[in-house]
C-alpha cells in the first residue's frame, strides 16, 4: 500500500478529534484514543482537550476531581498524564514493563541519584502506607515518609535535571507505576497525592506484556504508520525492545509505504477517508499530538528551528496537520491576549478559523479573548 503524507496526517488529525471537536460526551474517549493527555502543565491539558473536545476547564477539573472519570498521574516518559480513569491498571502495568526492560533510563536515572532497587521498594512501600485512607500533600508526603523509612529518605540529590530533591521524591514515578499513588485536588496551591485503588474505587490488575502490546496498538492508531523505533522513542523504551515488540505482535501489522518510506501499521486499521476541510487549531506545550508526530520534518514543515523541532517545547499553530506558526497566551487581568506568529501569509478563510479558534482557547480558560498577530517571544513553560 503506497500513502501520501498529506493523507497520513489528515488521518492522524481525524484519530485526534482535530478536524471535527467531539461532543462533551466524548472526553473520555478522546483521552483514550489520543493515549493519553499530557498534563505536566495543567492549563496546557486543559487546552489541549478544549481544542478536540466540547468542554471548558470547569468540566474538565469536574471529571478529575468530582467525577473522577479522570485521573492526573505520571505517565508516558516518566512524564505527568491524563488518563481514562477505568484504563489506569492498563497505562500503569505497561510502566511496569517499560521499567523493567534491560538499560531503561529510569534505572539508570534512580542509580545515578544513589538509590539502589531495595531503598526504591522502601520508598514505594512506605507511600502506600502513608496514604492508606489519607489525602497528602507533597510536604506531608515527605514527612510520613522519611518517619517510616529514615533520614536517608530526606537527603537531596542532583542530577542533570533536578536539583535539591530529596531522595523519596525521587521514587514518586516509581509509586506511580507501582499503582500505589496519583494525584488528587490541589490543597490551595499545594498538590496532593491519594491511593488510585482508594480514589477510584476499582483496579483491575493488567499483565504487563499484554499491557504493553495494547499500548503499542493503540500507538499505531493514534500516530501511525509508524516504526518501532518511533514507539521507542514516543514511549521510552529501549529500540531493541521495542523491535521485539513489535514482533510479538507481526500477525496484526502490515506494511505500508508512505512516499517510499516503509512504515508500519496495524492491519485491522481500514484507512477511512476524513472529512474534507481544512484545519487550524492552537496547539499547547507539550500537546500529544505534537509529542507523538513521527518523522519530525513532517511536521516541522522546514521550521524546526523557528518551532522548536514541532516537539511542543513551544505551542504551536497547526494548520492541516503541520507547524504554520508559533503562539503565547498572556493573562490581562478578566482577558487573556493570544498572540499568533504565522510562518506564512493567512487567507481570509484561515484569517477566520484562528479567530474561532482563539474564541475557542478563551471559552476553554474562561477568559475572554484577545487576538493580536505578531512577533512571537518564544519562551518554554507558560
Not at 493515549?35 to 476547564?57: K, Y
Request: contains cysteine; aromatic residues 6%.
Amino acid at each position: 500500500m503506497d500513502l501520501e503524507w498529506n493523507a497520513v496526517r489528515r488521518q492522524r488529525l481525524w484519530r485526534h478529534s482535530l478536524l471535527e471537536r467531539a461532543p462533551a460526551g466524548g472526553l473520555l474517549d478522546v483521552v483514550r484514543q489520543t493515549c493519553g493527555i499530557h498534563a505536566q502543565l495543567m492549563t496546557a491539558a486543559e487546552v489541549s482537550l478544549g481544542v478536540r473536545v466540547d468542554v471548558t476547564r470547569r468540566d474538565i477539573r469536574a471529571a478529575l476531581w468530582q467525577e473522577r472519570r479522570l485521573v492526573k498521574t505520571y505517565g508516558i516518559r516518566g512524564t505527568i498524564h491524563l488518563f481514562a480513569a477505568d484504563e489506569l491498571p492498563l497505562w500503569m502495568a505497561a510502566s511496569r514493563a517499560r521499567h523493567a526492560s534491560a538499560g531503561q533510563p529510569e534505572a539508570r536515572r534512580l542509580a545515578a541519584v544513589g538509590l539502589a532497587p531495595d531503598q526504591v521498594r522502601a520508598l514505594v512501600e512506605a507511600m502506600a502506607e502513608a496514604l492508606d485512607g489519607q489525602t497528602l500533600t507533597l510536604r506531608e508526603m515527605g514527612e510520613e515518609v522519611v518517619r517510616r523509612t529514615g533520614s536517608w529518605a530526606a537527603e537531596t540529590h542532583n542530577d542533570a535535571w533536578i536539583t535539591g530533591w530529596p531522595a523519596w521524591r525521587m521514587a514518586l514515578g516509581s509509586a506511580a507505576t507501582a499503582g500505589v499513588l496519583c494525584f488528587g485536588p490541589n490543597r490551595g496551591t499545594e498538590v496532593s497525592f491519594v491511593r488510585p485503588d482508594q480514589w477510584l474505587g476499582r483496579w483491575q490488575p493488567v499483565e504487563p506484556e499484554i499491557a504493553l502490546q495494547e499500548v503499542f496498538r493503540r500507538f499505531l492508531r493514534a500516530y501511525g504508520p509508524a516504526t518501532h523505533v518511533h514507539f521507542a522513542d514516543w514511549f521510552s523504551i529501549p529500540r531493541s525492545e521495542a523491535r521485539r515488540l513489535a514482533a510479538s505482535l507481526a500477525d496484526e501489522i502490515v506494511e505500508v509505504r508512505v512516499e517510499g518510506q516503509p512504515l508500519l501499521k496495524l492491519a485491522s486499521e481500514s484507512q477511512l477517508p476524513p472529512p474534507s476541510g481544512a484545519s487550524l487549531r492552537l496547539l499547547p506545550h507539550y500537546d500529544c499530538y505534537l509529542r507523538g508526530f513521527h518523522p519530525r520534518p513532517e511536521l516541522a514543515a522546514g521550521y524546526e528551528q523557528r518551532a522548536a523541532g514541532g516537539t511542543g517545547r513551544v505551542p504551536i499553530l497547526l494548520i492541516d496537520g503541520l507547524v504554520a506558526g508559533v503562539w503565547e497566551r498572556r493573562p490581562r487581568g478578566p482577558r487573556v491576549e493570544v498572540r499568533v506568529e504565522p510562518f506564512r501569509r493567512l487567507t481570509t478563510q484561515l484569517r477566520r478559523e484562528l479567530e474561532r479558534e482563539v474564541e475557542r482557547v478563551g471559552a476553554v480558560m474562561g477568559a475572554d479573548p484577545q487576538l493580536v498577530v505578531g512577533e512571537v517571544h518564544l519562551r518554554p513553560h507558560l
